[in-house]
């Protein structure tokens, strides 16, 4: 079974612009989370999404939105980037609904860059 | 602000001796605890879990241990291999049971399995 993908792997785009990220689940899995890994505040996590719908939020600004698709496959949108938005994006899925006791599995990542 | 620590950055240990991994979290409400595995170039693999009604949970080679009363998490690795090498990151679930996910990421330690 093929893992959690995500596309681009590498990204570079400039301050002001907009990005926006893929993320394909390990088929079957219905829940898509997404995380920004940074050096200086390690991983945190930007949303989770079950059934084309946001169930849980992290502490980021509006500039950070997401969507999921009736097939489960998510897509982060980062728009006016800043410099402090260079990070790997991580996203993970897993089976059950967004509960907390199920394992999540995550992808290798988007690492983008801001310049 | 509360959040989940590691007590070193670095470790390095001798390969086939144990590795010891420690965490402090400061909710007493997080219900559940995470291990993840991060390799280079990869995003985080779990490991292993624990719900805060257990003390000790084992698995193959990994043994995890929650100390409630001194919020403390800690990971074993027995016979530890070159493979091991990685950053390990614990994760505590503020949410309550049956809630949504909410994962909050302790900043990681470098385990480095020297020769």
């Known amino acids: 079974k093929a893992g959690v993908t995500q596309t681009p792997r590498y990204l570079i785009k400039t301050r002001g612009q907009q990005v926006t990220l893929s993320c394909s689940p390990i088929?079957?899995?219905?829940?898509v989370s997404w995380y920004q890994q940074t050096p200086g505040q390690g991983l945190q996590f930007l949303f989770e999404?079950?059934?084309?719908?946001?169930?849980n939020k992290g502490n980021f600004p509006g500039r950070f939105s997401g969507r999921q698709f009736s097939n489960s496959r998510s897509e982060m949108n980062v728009s006016t980037l800043e410099l402090g938005d260079s990070a790997l994006y991580l996203c993970?899925?897993?089976?059950?609904?967004?509960?907390?006791?199920?394992?999540?599995?995550f992808g290798p990542g988007t690492r983008l860059t801001v310049t | 602000g509360e959040s989940v620590g590691l007590h070193l950055p670095t470790l390095s240990v001798q390969e086939g001796d144990n590795s010891i991994i420690n965490c402090a979290y400061s909710?007493?409400?997080?219900?559940?605890f995470i291990w993840y595995k991060q390799e280079s170039g990869k995003g985080p693999q779990f490991i292993i879990d624990?719900?805060?009604?257990?003390d000790k949970r084992q698995g193959q080679r990994v043994t995890v241990l929650l100390n409630k009363t001194v919020k403390h998490l800690s990971l074993q690795i027995a016979a530890t291999q070159p493979g091991d090498s990685a950053v390990y990151f614990c994760?505590?679930?503020?949410?309550?049971?049956?809630?949504?996910?909410?994962?909050?990421f302790g900043s990681g330690t470098q385990l480095t399995v020297l020769p």
């Open positions: 993970a899925s897993s089976l059950q609904p967004g509960t907390p006791y199920t394992e999540q599995y």
């Open positions: 088929s079957g899995h219905r829940s």
């Open positions: 999404y079950f059934s084309e719908t946001q169930r």
């Open positions: 909710n007493s409400a997080s219900d559940y």
């Open positions: 624990i719900r805060s009604n257990m």
């Open positions: 994760a505590e679930n503020k949410g309550s049971s049956g809630s949504a996910r909410q994962l909050t």
